[in-house]
């Protein structure tokens, strides 16, 4: 287990309020990534992490914002939530690249958000 | 930049039988490629990776895929499927000297008794 955990998993919001997710690990892992899960849409990344204070954007990063202040937490904001960031919303984590060059993620158990 | 295609949005499969769900990538460099599978209500768990070597990959439960560069695909294959295979399936890609993973739209795999 990675111990990556989600919080909150369930929350319920009316638009234009602000919204956070946090996402946090235990085990010192440098990379980290918030992606949402629609229907049709599969996975699709919204801003990773590469270190503390360390971000960059991703396929659909308007309308979010994300923090890394310290190693385990990866916080991402809903400035003024609307009804299409209604989603699940999933975080990950990936070890730094081995000789293979390459990483696997391991996902946190989602937050779903819904925006009325 | 790299995409990922997963050509069956949901596939119906009777108990034991054999399945293949299908996954196309698209990248101008070399890649790394996963299979991961979601079952109802949680996250999302690694089936297995091709990262080099042999493009005949085995996973967890009896799964196994095979990487074919000419085709750009990666199709995951099981030879007898198991009702708690039920589940939806998604296909990822990575490249060297990215920390960005792009998924495909995923297939939802219902095994049938």
């Known amino acids: 287990d990675a111990g990556i955990t989600q919080s909150p998993r369930h929350k319920v919001t009316e638009t234009g309020t602000p919204v956070t997710l946090r996402c946090h690990q235990t085990e010192n892992h440098r990379y980290m990534y918030w992606y949402r899960q629609d229907p049709g849409h599969g996975l699709r990344l919204i801003h990773y992490?590469?270190?503390?204070?360390?971000?960059d954007k991703g396929e659909v990063s308007d309308g979010y914002s994300v923090s890394r202040s310290k190693t385990e937490d990866f916080l991402l904001t809903l400035e003024s939530a609307t009804s299409s960031q209604t989603s699940v919303y999933f975080c990950a984590i990936s070890t730094d690249r081995g000789a293979s060059g390459a990483n696997v993620l391991t996902f946190g158990a989602g937050s779903r958000l819904t925006v009325l | 930049a790299q995409s990922v295609t997963q050509l069956d949005s949901q596939v119906p499969v009777f108990e034991e039988a054999p399945v293949e769900l299908r996954c196309n990538y698209s990248?101008?460099?070399?890649?790394?490629l996963f299979w991961y599978v979601q079952y109802p209500n949680q996250g999302l768990q690694l089936l297995l990776k091709?990262?080099?070597?042999?493009?005949l990959v085995k996973g967890i439960n009896g799964f196994e895929a095979e990487f074919n560069k000419s085709q750009t695909s990666f199709h995951l294959r099981k030879p007898s499927v198991h009702i708690s295979d039920t589940a939806e399936y998604f296909c990822?890609?990575?490249?060297?000297?990215?920390?960005?993973?792009?998924f495909g739209t995923g297939t939802r795999l219902k095994v049938l008794a």
């Open positions: 091709y990262l080099s070597g042999s493009t």
């Open positions: 990822a890609v990575t490249t060297s000297g990215t920390y960005k993973y792009i």
């Open positions: 990248s101008s460099v070399s890649v790394y």
């Open positions: 992490s590469y270190g503390v204070k360390d971000t």
